[in-house]
């Protein structure tokens, strides 16, 4: 067996569950809001090994979460990850960043938690706007801000460190029926798993998705 051909069933599993998420109706304009790719691929300074390599890799319609956490090279990785996006036709979200938003123009904005409270909605950018979630009350939070999309973790068993014991399927299925906005499974989702929550929400990883060959 070649070294290729894991990456090759890999990638093709991830296609797979991003077919399944096109063919559902989940996100044909869900509650307003704009088309959104069916998989993100969630940046991490320490956990992802070469973020711009795997970037490159991508299939076209991938999304990219760009986590910089305020680290000084943000704007150099920003801007690499903006050329890649474009000549790719990937969709880049960033971590809110005033600076960076202005440099690189991203397609959208990522609020953490902490940083809800300074969401001012008339005041915000005409952005796809995102946020992360552990429970259903702040899945409601961010539906009551018209935010676009949440990152729901952990789905999965998640070798993060600062991941929560993880909800499982059949919880998370649960609370994307209830939910007004589109959810990301986001904690140990893989090519294996992805195709088991595609059909009824989005699919995002950290290292899930770290060097496969999408090429």
């Known amino acids: 067996m070649s070294f290729v051909e ?12 991003m077919r399944l998420h096109f063919s559902s109706s989940i996100l044909t304009n869900f509650n307003n ?33 760009y986590r910089h956490f305020g680290r000084e090279d943000r704007f150099y990785i920003g801007n690499e990850l903006k050329r890649i996006a474009t000549a ?9 960043d ?3 938003e202005k440099l690189i123009q991203p397609h959208g ?13 008339s005041a915000r950018s005409n952005r796809v706007h995102t946020s992360s979630a552990h ?13 676009n999309a949440c990152f729901v973790s952990s789905v999965f068993p998640s070798k993060s460190p600062t991941a929560p014991k ?10 994307a029926r ?13 090519n294996e798993n992805a195709a088991q929550i595609s059909t009824f929400a989005g699919i995002s990883g950290v290292t899930g998705f770290h060097n496969q060959d999408f090429k």
Request: hydrophobic share 45%; aromatic share 8%; proline share 7%.
């Open 6 to 17: 894991p990456q090759t069933i890999a990638r093709r599993k991830l296609l797979q569950a």
């Open 33 to 65: 809001s704009p088309l959104l790719p069916a998989a993100f691929f969630v940046t991490d300074p320490v956990r992802s090994s070469d973020i711009l390599e795997t970037a490159q890799n991508l299939p076209t319609g991938f999304g990219i979460l």
């Open 88 to 96: 790719k036709r990937l969709f880049l979200s960033i971590s809110e």
């Open 98 to 100: 005033a600076h960076l």
């Open 109 to 121: 904005i990522h609020w953490p938690k902490s940083k809800l409270s300074f969401l001012k909605l």
């Open 135 to 147: 429970t259903f009350r702040q899945i409601t939070k961010a539906e009551k801000l018209k935010l």
């Open 166 to 175: 993880a909800m499982g399927v059949h919880r998370f299925r649960q609370i």
């Open 178 to 190: 209830q939910s007004h906005i589109p959810l990301y499974a986001l904690g140990g989702v893989t």
